[in-house]
C-alpha cells in the first residue's frame, strides 16, 4: 500500500468518525456533555492553528494565545456595539489575521532568527495579557463595550443566524457550529497542505535556504502561513468567547499560551489530527483530574492525583524525553515497521512456496 | 558584441579585516564550461556566495547577462536562471527524493507535467529505484545527485557545482563528469573542485584561484603544467 493511499484511508476515517460524532453526540449525550464537547472542538481549532503554523510552517510562536485572545476581545467588543453577530464575527478572524501581517512582516522580513521570534510572539501576548488586565475602570470603554481590565467581560451575546438577530444560535446549536468548523479547518488545512502552496512550505521547514535558491521568497511564504494561523487562532476565539459568554485576559495569560504548545507537542508536529488528540486528550485529563478534588483531609496520593498541572507537567516532561516526535507520528513509525517486517516475512516465504 | 553571460567587476568580500575575496574580474561567456581551483580559503565559496545572493559583496558588481545582481536576493537570482549546488549538499532531507525533485520543478511547471519531468528527472540522476526515500537515508554520493536534479529542475541558465564530486567513489566520479558534460551542451557551468583527475575530465578553461585574488587563467592543460599552479597547491608539502 503507498504513502498515497495510506492518506486517502486516512483521510476517510477522520471524515467518517468526525461526522459520525458531529451528528449522533448530541442525540446520545447530556447537555452538559455535549457543552464541554464543544469547548474541546474550539480549542482543537485552536490546536490546528499551531499545528499549521510551527508543525507544518516551521515557526514556532509562543503567543499563539495572542490571536485567540484577540479575537475573542474583539467579537465581545464588537457585539456590544453592533448586536448583530455577522460582522463581528468577521471582525474576529479579520482583526487578528491583520495583527498577524503586521507583527509576522517585522519578524520575517526583519529576518529574525527562530529563537528571537518565539520570545517576541510571547512578549507580545504578555503586553496584551498586562494592557487588557488595567482596564478595569469605567474609563476604558470601546463605544458601549466596557472592557472590565482583570474582571473580564460578561454577558456577551451569542452569534446569531446571518444577518437575521432574532435567530440565536443555541447550546447545541454552538456544538454543531464548532465541531463543523473543526471539521472544515481540518480538511481546509489537508487541501492547503496538499497545494504547491503546502509543499513549498514544508520544504522552507526542511531548508530555508534550499528554499530561496530553488527562487521561493521565504519571506512571503512564512507571512502567509503565519496570517492563516492567525486568522484560525481568532475564529477560535470568537467561538470560545461565545461558548462561555465570557472573555478576561487570562485569555492571553501564559498558562493559555503554554497550554496550545503542549497539545501540539503532545500530538506531534508534522500532523494535523496529532495536535486535535493532543488537544482533547489533555482537556478531557485535566477535567478528569480536576473533577477528582478531594473535599477535606485525604492521603497523600491523591492530593497529588487531584493536582492537575503537576500531573500535566510530569506528562509534557515525559513526552518530550521518551516520545519527542508526539503521540499520532510515533504511532504510525510503529505501524509502518510492523507493515516492514510483515511484507519482509511474506517475501521471505514466497520463494519457498514456489519451489 | 553582446554581454557575456557572467561577468564580476572589482568584486570584493571583506569581513572585518580579512579581504576572502579581493578585486575579481572574472568573465563567463554563453555556454561556456569554467572550471575554478584553489587552496582551501581561496575564496572560491565566497566567490559563489556573492553570484547567488547569499552574501552581499562589499563592493563591486555582478551582471547577469548585463543586469547587474549583486544586490539583489538569492530567489531573485535563482528566479533569474542562475542555480547553485552547495559544498555540503543542501538538500530537503525530510523528504523524499520525488518530493525534493517536485518541489524545484513545480516552481516553472503544474500538474500532470511537473510528474512527467520528475520521474524523467530521476531517471537522469540515476535514482528512480529509491524515489520514495527519505533523502536523509541516503549517501552522500546520492544526496549529491539529489541537489544536482534540484537545481536541473528549476532549468537555470548557468549552473554553480561546489565540488560536485566530493566523497563520491571512484565510479560515481566518473558517472558526475559524464552528466557535467551532458549539462554543458545547453547550459553554462562554473565547477568548483580540488580533484584533479576530475577537473582534466571535464576542463577547458580554468581558473585558479589563491588568497582571494585570480592567479591566472588558461587552458587546462596548461595549468597542469604550471609551476605556479603547483607551488600553491603542493607548498605545504615542500615545506614540510
Known amino acids: 500500500m503507498s504513502r498515497r493511499s495510506l492518506n486517502l484511508v486516512g483521510l476517510v476515517a477522520v471524515g467518517i468518525v468526525g461526522l459520525a460524532f458531529l451528528f449522533l453526540t448530541p442525540r446520545l449525550a447530556e447537555l452538559d456533555t455535549v457543552l464541554d464537547l464543544t469547548v474541546y472542538m474550539i480549542m482543537a481549532i485552536l490546536a490546528l492553528s499551531l499545528a499549521l503554523i510551527w508543525g507544518y510552517g516551521g515557526i514556532l510562536c509562543f503567543g499563539q494565545a495572542a490571536f485567540f485572545g484577540l479575537g475573542a476581545y474583539t467579537y465581545a467588543i464588537a457585539m456590544f456595539n453592533i448586536g448583530e453577530s455577522t460582522l463581528p464575527l468577521l471582525l474576529a478572524i479579520i482583526l487578528p489575521a491583520a495583527f498577524a501581517a503586521l507583527l509576522g512582516y517585522f519578524m520575517f522580513y526583519g529576518r529574525i532568527s527562530d529563537v528571537y521570534l518565539g520570545v517576541i510572539t510571547l512578549t507580545v501576548t504578555l503586553i496584551l495579557f498586562n494592557s487588557v488586565n488595567s482596564t478595569a475602570g469605567p474609563e476604558f470603554h470601546i463605544g458601549a463595550a466596557r472592557l472590565g481590565g482583570f474582571n473580564g467581560i460578561p454577558g456577551i451575546p451569542p452569534l446569531n443566524w446571518p444577518f437575521n438577530k432574532s435567530a440565536p444560535i443555541d447550546l447545541e446549536g454552538m456544538f454543531y457550529l464548532s465541531t463543523a468548523s473543526l471539521l472544515l479547518t481540518y480538511f481546509g488545512l489537508r487541501l492547503l497542505l496538499a497545494s504547491q502552496f503546502g509543499h513549498v512550505m514544508v520544504g522552507i521547514r526542511e531548508n530555508e535556504r534550499r528554499a530561496e535558491l530553488l527562487g521561493y521568497d521565504p519571506r512571503v511564504y512564512k507571512l502567509a502561513t503565519f496570517i492563516v494561523g492567525g486568522a484560525l487562532a481568532g475564529f477560535a476565539g470568537c467561538l470560545f468567547a461565545n461558548w462561555g459568554n465570557f472573555v478576561s485576559p487570562t485569555i492571553f495569560g501564559l498558562a493559555q499560551s503554554a497550554q496550545i504548545i503542549i497539545w501540539v507537542i503532545v500530538g506531534g508536529r508534522g500532523t494535523l489530527i496529532g495536535p486535535v488528540i493532543g488537544c482533547i486528550g489533555m482537556q478531557w485529563l485535566s477535567a478528569a483530574l480536576g473533577a477528582n478534588q478531594p473535599s477535606g483531609s485525604s492521603d497523600l496520593w491523591s492530593k497529588i492525583f487531584a493536582n492537575a498541572p503537576l500531573i500535566l507537567g510530569i506528562i509534557l516532561i515525559a513526552f518530550v524525553l521518551l516520545v519527542p516526535k508526539g503521540l499520532v507520528p510515533t504511532l504510525a513509525d510503529i505501524a509502518a515497521s510492523l507493515l516492514r517486517r510483515r511484507q519482509r516475512e511474506r517475501r521471505g516465504l514466497s520463494p519457498q512456496q514456489a519451489e | ?240
Request: charged residues 20%; neutral net charge; glycine residues 8%.
Open chain 2, 1 to 240: 558584441m553582446a554581454a557575456p553571460l557572467l561577468q564580476t567587476r572589482d568584486l570584493s568580500m571583506h569581513f572585518g579585516g580579512v579581504k576572502a575575496v579581493n578585486n575579481i574580474n572574472f568573465t563567463l561567456a554563453e555556454g561556456e564550461l569554467r572550471c575554478l581551483i584553489g587552496p582551501n580559503g581561496a575564496g572560491k565559496s565566497t566567490f559563489f556566495k556573492m553570484l547567488t545572493g547569499q552574501l552581499e559583496p562589499s563592493h563591486g558588481e555582478v551582471l547577469f547577462r548585463g543586469h547587474d545582481i549583486s544586490r539583489a536576493h538569492a530567489h531573485q537570482i535563482a528566479r533569474l536562471g542562475i542555480g547553485i549546488k552547495t559544498q555540503v549538499p543542501s538538500v530537503f532531507d525530510g523528504l523524499s527524493v520525488r518530493e525534493n525533485i517536485h518541489l524545484a520543478a513545480s516552481r516553472l511547471h503544474s500538474g500532470e507535467r511537473t510528474r512527467q519531468l520528475v520521474d524523467e528527472m530521476l531517471e537522469r540522476i540515476g535514482l528512480a529505484h529509491v524515489a520514495d526515500r527519505a533523502v536523509g537515508q541516503l549517501a552522500h554520493g546520492q544526496r549529491q545527485w539529489v541537489e544536482l536534479g534540484l537545481v536541473l529542475s528549476t532549468d537555470p541558465q548557468l549552473l554553480l557545482l561546489d565540488e560536485p564530486a566530493a566523497g563520491m567513489t571512484h565510479e560515481e566520479v566518473h558517472k558526475t563528469a559524464e552528466l557535467v558534460r551532458e549539462i554543458n551542451r545547453s547550459k553554462a557551468l562554473i565547477v568548483v573542485e580540488h580533484d584533479m583527475q576530475f577537473i582534466s575530465m571535464i576542463a577547458k578553461q580554468v581558473t585558479v584561484f589563491n588568497r582571494g585574488s585570480i592567479l591566472v587563467e588558461d587552458a587546462v592543460e596548461n595549468i597542469l603544467r604550471n609551476p605556479l599552479v603547483r607551488d600553491i597547491y603542493l607548498g605545504k608539502q615542500a615545506l614540510a
